[in-house]
């Protein structure tokens, strides 16, 4: 999926699940790897003998996004891709959340991601090269999120946000979305009652299995490559072929 020797690229939050899969995908490519939040991974993300480079930044702190931008230019001379991955956030019952948590979630998964991409942007747009902007989103933000509603409105307007940027940046700067479905961790595991709840929900999906974090980096790097050129304000579901609507479920076992 292209050869991304010489580029430079940023991923949010890239110490963790999802992010260190694509740190490590774009290391293995050839790509000078940026990563950043607000803690240092306690095992490094690399590649062979190549390794990306930490900048601890708390992204919801436009100051704080913006050094991670500027070591981009400082250490390897401009920016080609960015990947808004940092996101998340904890369960909560809509009527019991405080209004300082949904701030909070609006915060990380729309308020940053937009100011990075215009930080982004300013470098990209002054540079040859075509520039990548992709923001890692959620089913969330497509259909019902009930425990999380504020995550999914964020995620819903990430993708919105995704195809006016696309429509103001173009030609300069290519901006596309990954939708992503459920993806397997400790935590999913846990989360779904253990290996068997687990593994009914898996079962659920059209592939018979969750996506594994690789899935979503091999998703970045073809929507960053120049087999995508073409490719702009696109939201690619990367969800195994969607959810099985609850209803047939219901009528089936009745």
Known sequence: MGNFE??????????????????????????????????????????????????????????????????????????????????????????????????????????????????AYRVMAGQQQVGSIINIASVSGTRPSPGTAAYGSAKAGLLSATKSLAQEWGPKVRVNAIVVGLVRHDAGVEHYGGEEGFARVANMLPLKRMAEPQDIADACLFLSSEQAAYISGASLEVDGGGEAPVFLYLAANK
């Open 6 to 119: 010489n580029k430079t690229v940023i991923v949010t939050g890239g110490g963790g699940h999802i992010g260190r899969a694509i740190a490590v995908h774009y290391l293995q490519a050839g790509a000078n790897v940026i990563i950043c939040g607000r803690r240092e991974p306690k095992v490094p993300v690399s590649a062979g003998t190549r390794e990306a480079l930490f900048v601890q930044a708390d992204i919801r702190d436009p100051l704080q996004s913006q050094r991670v931008v500027d070591a981009a230019v400082n250490q390897f001379g401009g920016l080609d891709v960015l990947v808004n991955n940092a996101g998340g956030s904890p369960p909560v019952a809509a009527a019991e959340a405080s209004p300082e948590l949904t701030q909070k979630i609006i915060q990380l998964n729309l308020v940053a991601p937009l100011v990075l991409a215009q930080q």
